[in-house]
C-alpha cells in the first residue's frame, strides 16, 4: 500500500526556535499534500493544502508567516513551524493524494515546545 | 456545505461483542465517505471507503460500512471485537475533488474493549 513517511516523530526544542517537519510520499507522487494539527482527544484540523510546485492554501485563522509550507517537488512537502512558542506544541500530521485517489497519512509529529 | 457528525465520543465493548460507531453525514451532492482508525501516537490508516456502487462496503481488519443515502449515515460495524481494535476512529466526508478534496472529518470515537 501507499506509504508516506514523516520525520521526525518527536521533537523537542526550546522557544523562538524554528522546526521543520518534513513529509515524504515513498511509492507514489503526492499531486497533493496536506497538513493536519491535533490536540488531545481531539479530531484532526485541516491547517492548508499545497500541490505540488504551488503555494499553499491556508485555511482560515492559520497563520502564512508562521507555518511555512513548501511542496518543492512531488513526494516532498515540508512544514516549518517559524519561532515557535509553547502554545504551537501539538500533534501534526501530513497526508499526501495521487491525483483523486485517497489521502494517505504520515505517522505523525509530536512537536513539544519548551 | 458538508459536515460529518459521529454519535458518541466513546464506545466501549467487549471482546467478542458487536462494534457499532455510527456515523451521519451532511451533503448536497454524492459523497465520498471514508473511516479512518488512529493509534496512539500515529497517523490515520484507512480503513475502508465508499465512493460509488455498492453500498456495503467491506475493509481491513473484518470492518464493514453500510452507505445509506435515505438516513445519510455511513455506520461502521465489525460483529466481534478484538483486544486490537482499541483505537480512535474517524469518519470523514470528502470535498468534491474540483473543489480541493479535502476531507471533512467527524469529531471522533475512541473504542474500548474490554477483556
Known amino acids: 500500500g501507499a506509504v508516506v513517511s514523516q520525520h521526525p516523530s518527536w521533537v523537542i526544542c526550546k522557544s523562538g526556535t524554528s522546526v521543520k517537519i518534513e513529509c515524504r510520499s515513498l511509492?507514489?507522487?503526492?499531486?497533493?499534500m496536506f497538513w493536519y494539527r491535533q490536540f488531545p482527544k481531539q479530531s484532526l484540523m485541516l491547517m492548508a493544502t499545497?500541490?505540488?510546485?504551488?503555494?499553499?492554501?491556508?485555511e482560515q485563522g492559520v497563520e502564512k508567516d508562521k507555518f511555512l509550507i513548501n511542496h518543492a517537488s512531488l513526494t516532498l512537502s515540508t512544514l516549518t513551524v517559524t519561532s515557535a512558542h509553547p502554545e504551537d506544541s501539538s500533534f501534526y500530521i501530513c497526508?499526501?493524494?495521487?491525483?483523486?485517489?485517497?489521502?494517505?497519512f504520515g505517522d505523525g509529529t509530536r512537536l513539544s515546545i519548551l | 456545505a458538508q459536515s460529518v457528525t459521529q454519535l458518541g465520543s466513546h464506545v466501549s465493548v467487549s471482546e467478542g461483542a458487536l462494534v457499532l460507531l455510527r456515523c451521519n453525514y451532511s451533503?448536497?451532492?454524492?459523497?465520498?465517505l471514508f473511516w479512518y482508525v488512529q493509534y496512539p501516537n500515529q497517523g490515520l490508516q484507512l480503513l475502508l471507503k465508499y465512493t460509488t456502487g455498492a453500498t456495503l462496503v467491506k475493509g481491513i481488519n473484518g470492518f464493514e460500512a453500510e452507505f445509506k443515502k435515505s438516513e445519510t449515515s455511513f455506520h461502521l460495524t465489525k460483529p466481534s471485537a478484538h483486544m486490537s481494535d482499541a483505537a480512535e476512529y474517524f469518519c470523514?466526508?470528502?470535498?468534491?475533488?474540483?473543489?480541493?478534496?479535502?476531507?471533512?472529518f467527524g469529531q471522533g470515537t475512541e473504542l474500548s474493549v474490554k477483556p
Open positions: 511509492d507514489f507522487q503526492a499531486t497533493t
Open positions: 499545497s500541490n505540488e510546485g504551488s503555494k499553499a492554501t491556508y
Open positions: 470523514a466526508v470528502r470535498e468534491y475533488y474540483n473543489q480541493g478534496g479535502k476531507l471533512i
Open positions: 451533503s448536497s451532492v454524492p459523497p465520498y
Open positions: 497526508s499526501a493524494r495521487y491525483s483523486n485517489q485517497p489521502q494517505h
